[in-house]
């Protein structure tokens, strides 16, 4: 497992986007941040419920000059499904990474328990990462419980960008 550093570069990204299309870290960059949101895929309701926030607040998000990007391990059918039955149309929504790119960010992959669970699945991790490609923030879950809020996320990107508030934790 890789332990990514702030102020150090993020790896490569490229994920295929629901309902179609291709998704490119910070291409195009955006202004302040791409908050990158990794969640463990169709069988999990807290990664449910945790969307559905996000879904409430993408405007704030975006008005802030923040890019936003949901994704998971999951199959393009089981991101469809997720797409289609959880009230998250206002997220991108990306799928189909690696176990070996999870790894590569950082996150802990766990194995499937039961038939609706997938064989192998990244848990949850939010990391916010710079137009330059370098990390700001990440936080990473071994399990699906005590995630951040988005709307505290919301409240430190406002901090940070009105007091140029430096990435910490790269000594």
Known sequence: MTTLIPRQ????????????GQWQLNSPAPEHFTLLVFYRGLHC????????????????FNALGVSVLALSTDSHERAEKTQQTWTIGKVPLGYG????EARNWGLFVSTGKG?????????PGVFLVRPDGTLYMSAVNTMPFARP????????????????YPARGEA
């Open 97 to 100: 990474v690696s176990i070996e």
């Open 45 to 60: 309701p807290l990664c449910r419920k945790s969307l559905q926030e996000l879904n409430g607040l993408i405007e704030r």
């Open 9 to 20: 570069p993020v790896p490569e990204l490229n994920v295929s986007l629901m309902p179609e």
């Open 115 to 123: 038939e609706k669970e997938p064989a192998l699945f990244g848990e």
């Open 149 to 164: 809020h988005f709307d505290e996320i919301l409240g430190a990107i406002e901090y940070v960008i009105n007091n140029d």
